[in-house]
């Protein structure tokens, strides 16, 4: 195909899932600001956007019907979070205004993805129209 | 996709602190209840939270699980008062071991998690309609 919409989307098809996986994790610790024991987490942004770029995950191939079904999975770049306070008394390292910030921040930058990916369309669409 | 997840997790989270509100409710407006024995007396009562690893969600998101509801063991407060009309035979009557103030502040931070978790889900509606909205003019 004379046309590769992978390559005229380049990273930030890519960048835009990452957001999207890490708006889930800063929601879950959100959720869980007050779950005793909970420790918060957050997605490594680098690790994930070069694993999701080298491919979504790879499988071992099996030879024989009772080989076990072994696949990697790219979400391996989930990392906990280095509490602020040393004791916040029941376990819980959830800071939820610095939670909130980056939630917020992460949804600036999906948006920043989606205005990219948008103009890229937009871009193709007048190729293809021949700016009518 | 991962933005849907997002309103199973704040919905869990708002299920949750929903359920706080209603035990710091039932808590206050029994804060003044009187019985006439130490077994009928009304406890406080708190929710347990716990994270929920969910199958369905990818290993790295959790909701809020409610584990139960527990009656709190501080002791009663006992009053002498041979005039009450449930006092016992030895004119005592029993007031539940509720922290009126403690309850206030519980039912504070209930609300405004609560309300966080609202504004999560919605600033995750707004990133998944203007998703959908890609490529449009």
């Known amino acids: 195909m004379a046309i590769s919409l992978d390559k005229a989307f380049g990273i930030h098809q890519h960048a835009l899932l990452v957001r999207s996986e890490r708006a889930e994790v800063l929601a879950s610790n959100i959720a ?21 770029q080298k491919k979504s995950g790879y499988s071992m191939s099996k030879t024989h019907e009772k080989h076990y079904d072994l696949s990697i999975d790219i979400n391996t770049s989930g990392k906990f979070r280095n509490p602020m306070q040393p004791d916040t008394g029941d376990g819980n390292s959830v800071d939820v205004q610095m939670e909130r910030n980056q939630f917020m921040q992460n949804t600036m930058e999906y948006q920043t993805s989606l205005r990219f990916l948008n103009g890229k369309i937009q871009a193709l669409n007048k190729a293809l129209s021949g700016g009518q | 996709m991962s933005l849907y997840n997002i309103f199973n997790v704040s919905g869990s989270g708002m299920s949750a602190q929903s359920v706080r509100l209603n035990t710091t409710a039932s808590n206050i407006a029994n804060a003044n209840t ?3 024995s130490v077994d009928e007396t009304y406890r406080a009562r708190h ?40 006092a016992d035979k030895d004119g005592y009557v029993y007031k539940p071991n509720v922290n009126v103030v403690e309850e206030m502040a519980n039912m504070i931070s209930a609300s405004r998690s609560y309300e966080t978790n609202v504004q999560i889900a919605d600033a995750a509606k707004t990133m998944l309609s203007k998703t959908l909205q890609m490529g449009q003019r």
């Open chain 1, 32 to 52: 869980n600001a007050d779950t005793p024991g909970y420790k918060a987490k957050d997605i490594d942004f680098a690790d994930a956007l070069a694993n999701a």
């Open chain 2, 34 to 36: 009187v019985s006439s």
């Open chain 2, 47 to 86: 929710p347990v939270f716990q994270a929920e690893m969910s199958k369905a969600l990818s290993d790295q998101s959790a909701g809020v699980n409610v584990l139960g509801v527990v009656e709190s063991d501080a002791p009663l407060k006992v009053e002498y008062s041979p005039n009450h009309p449930l």
